[in-house]
């Protein structure tokens, strides 16, 4: 799936531009009403590979191996616009039905399942030179602005897409070893934090149970920028310098939750 921050631009403006054409010049637009959502659910993580310096001589690929899921959690507080539209006669359709905006806080982390991102060191960028073992394990936490718009409603069921911008909070550790069988010293690096603007994308379905509460189901892509690991650290047990690791992070989640209107 291609997708990019740029995209997420675009949605999150032709939302709010809907929005703001429904609030401005519909008479027929409802109440606003006052929602809360939790979810639960799992991220897969995309990093891919990358590469950092040991020294001025050596220079190290890492090769990614296993990239297990992550647990996240999300919590989220809005308003949703309903618009006055009635459902088609024949089909019992009805479109367009409402939009959402709402402030969001998603959170997840590697150590929520006791794993992390493993995977091969090449020294010297030569893939026959596989002697040691490299881990990354990740926290995130994240704080968006979302528009979602309610593309269909049948009975007690209703199809979304969403869009949001915000702010993201990362913090990268990363240590190796050697491989059994070889005799050599490993890295344990300083923990890397960073701040950023982060990204995201998706779709979901929602099913009614009660007057004010509904059941969802989520995915969600989100653009994460780049982060890296840290520059320091300890190599052979003395404090060491190494130009750090890059990677683009991205991550694709499905959720389950609940959302209801007090």
Same mark, same amino acid.
């Given at each position: ?16 531009? +809907? ?14 009403? $006052?929602? +809360?959502? #939790? ?6 993580? @995309?990093?891919?590979? %990358?590469?950092y ?7 190290d690929?890492?090769? @990614? ?9 999300s919590?989220?507080? #809005?308003?949703? +616009? ?6 088609? *006669? ?5 479109? !367009? ?7 969001? &806080? /998603?959170?997840?982390?590697?150590? !929520?399942f ?10 010297? @960028?030569? *893939? ?28 007690? +069921? %209703?199809?979304?897409?969403? #869009? ?24 344990? &690096? ?11 994308? #998706?779709?979901?379905?929602?099913? @009614? ?10 995915y $969600? ?5 780049t982060v ?6 300890? &190599?052979d ?6 130009? *750090?690791?890059?990677? /683009?992070?991205?991550?694709q989640?499905i ?8």
């Amino acid at each position: 799936m291609v997708f990019s921050l740029k995209h997420a631009g675009i949605a999150v403006v032709f939302l709010g531009s +809907f929005s703001f054409y429904s609030l401005v010049f519909s008479s027929s637009l409802g109440k606003a009403k $006052l929602e +809360f959502t #939790g979810e639960l659910g799992v991220n897969h993580l @995309q990093l891919g590979n %990358s590469s950092y310096q040991i020294t001025e001589t050596e220079t190290d690929n890492l090769h @990614q191996t296993h990239n297990p899921v992550v647990g996240q959690f999300s919590l989220g507080v #809005g308003y949703f +616009f309903p618009f006055s539209r009635t459902a088609s *006669p024949a089909t019992q359709w009805q479109w !367009f039905s409402g939009l959402r905006a709402a402030l969001n &806080l /998603h959170y997840f982390d590697h150590d !929520f399942f006791n794993n992390e991102i493993r995977g091969q060191i090449e020294q010297y @960028q030569d *893939p026959t030179m596989n002697n040691y073992l490299y881990g990354i394990s990740i926290a995130n936490a994240r704080l968006m602005f979302n528009v979602a718009l309610t593309l269909a409603t049948l009975k007690k +069921f %209703s199809l979304f897409v969403s #869009g949001g911008i915000g702010s993201t909070w990362t913090k990268l550790r990363y240590d190796d070893e050697p491989v059994l069988g070889v005799e050599a010293g490993a890295l344990s &690096l300083s923990s890397y934090k960073k701040t950023g603007f982060a990204a995201e994308g #998706g779709v979901g379905i929602a099913y @009614q149970i009660k007057e004010n509460t509904h059941l969802l189901l989520q995915y $969600l892509y989100a653009d994460l920028g780049t982060v890296r690991t840290a520059n320091t650290g300890i &190599l052979d047990g003395e404090f060491a310098v190494i130009g *750090p690791a890059r990677f /683009h992070l991205r991550s694709q989640g499905i959720s389950l939750g609940i959302r209801i209107n007090p």
